[in-house]
């Protein structure tokens, strides 16, 4: 087993994040799973009018091609999520196989079990981040800045509704390349996840934010991490990213993890046991299972969004954030 020690889980609960190295095998698990978005990839490459020769490229590069080639996101094509609403029957996603093989990593699961036992519910709350280069990155008029670069300071309370406020939910995010100051990594607040749940704004043009003046962002700590380990943080822990300034894209998930039994936050959204000591044979094993679960969440929000509640508690005009 990866289990943490009682020194790291002391420094998780004190500091609400912990980075541990090499957790993850990288020929076995990160490398199948690049290889899987290669694929999807080159479905969206040859999708596109004129087809455009993307051969011999490793997939940071040819993505890197093809969001200057068409000027927009693709982010949507890669994600093993779905958007919060407007949900269309061919909504596009992607539940492959290896990423099936990430939510149910051994090593990761090891690490979630040492936090919060061994009961373990893979949340729904989940996604891949492609951050491309901030060069190529289309600028926005209305703020002078690129769309698509540093994701603003939140917690990830935030993103799941009141249900799940009593939830012991664990983010764990995980870099599929190396990444630093220059590519855009995490940054993150220590011991601000004691303050508890904080007042989050929505502005038209930044999305949503947790304003600086809540918390103690001149103490904020960014983290450098190898492609392989993972960072493990607290739902309550302030971060955002720093903008990318490589040539290559920055990719990334973040997973999280949830006692067997708890509200997930996102009702409507499909988890599944991933671990469980108790009864082993809860547990899903099958990758095809775990996709149809997304597909037919695709159809029945797409079919009836009258039924699909909001998926956020904050308001424009909340107070405080004018």
């Known amino acids: 087993m990866s289990a943490l020690t009682k020194a790291q889980i002391r420094q998780f609960r004190d ?8 957790v993850i095998d990288v020929q076995r698990y990160l490398d199948p799973l690049v ?37 927009r996101s693709w982010a949507q094509h890669f994600d093993f999520s779905l958007p919060f609403k407007g949900v269309k029957a061919d909504e596009p996603c992607h539940f492959g196989p290896a990423v099936f093989a990430m939510l149910r990593n051994d090593g990761i699961l090891d690490v979630v079990e040492s936090l919060i036992g061994p009961e373990i519910y893979s949340n729904p709350v ?25 994701t603003e300071w939140h917690q990830d309370a935030s993103v799941v509704v009141e249900e799940a406020d009593h939830t012991e939910i664990l983010t764990v995010w995980i870099p ?11 940054c993150v607040v220590p011991r601000n996840h ?16 947790l ?28 971060h955002s990213s720093l903008e990318n300034h490589s040539d290559d894209v920055r990719v990334s998930m973040d997973l ?6 708890q509200p997930t936050g996102r009702p409507e959204f499909p988890g599944f046991v991933a ?30 969004p009258e039924l699909v509640p909001a998926f956020t508690r904050w308001r424009e005009d909340a107070p405080g954030c004018a």
């Open 275 to 304: 671990r469980s000591r108790r009864d082993p044979a809860a547990e899903l094993r099958d990758p095809i299972a775990w996709e149809r679960s997304w597909l037919d969440t695709r159809d029945r929000m797409s079919a009836h």
């Open 211 to 238: 304003p600086a003046a809540k918390f103690d962002v001149e103490r904020a700590r960014p983290l450098p991490m190898r492609r392989g380990s993972i960072l493990v943080m607290n739902k309550m822990t302030p």
């Open 176 to 186: 599929l390349v190396d990444v630093d100051e220059r590519n855009g990594c995490l």
């Open 15 to 22: 500091q609400g994040y912990l980075v541990v190295e090499d």
């Open 194 to 209: 004691k303050r508890g749940l904080l007042q989050h704004c929505i502005d038209a043009l930044r999305g949503k934010y």
């Open 35 to 71: 290889a899987e978005y290669g694929r999807r990839l080159d479905e969206i490459v040859a999708g596109l009018d004129g087809s455009p020769a993307y051969d011999g490229l490793p997939f940071g590069r040819r993505l890197t091609k093809l969001y200057a080639d068409t000027g």
């Open 256 to 261: 999280r993890f949830n006692p067997i039994g």
């Open 126 to 150: 989940q996604h891949v981040r492609l951050k491309p280069p901030q060069h190529m990155v289309p600028t926005d008029p209305r703020i002078g800045k690129g769309l698509l670069g540093a």
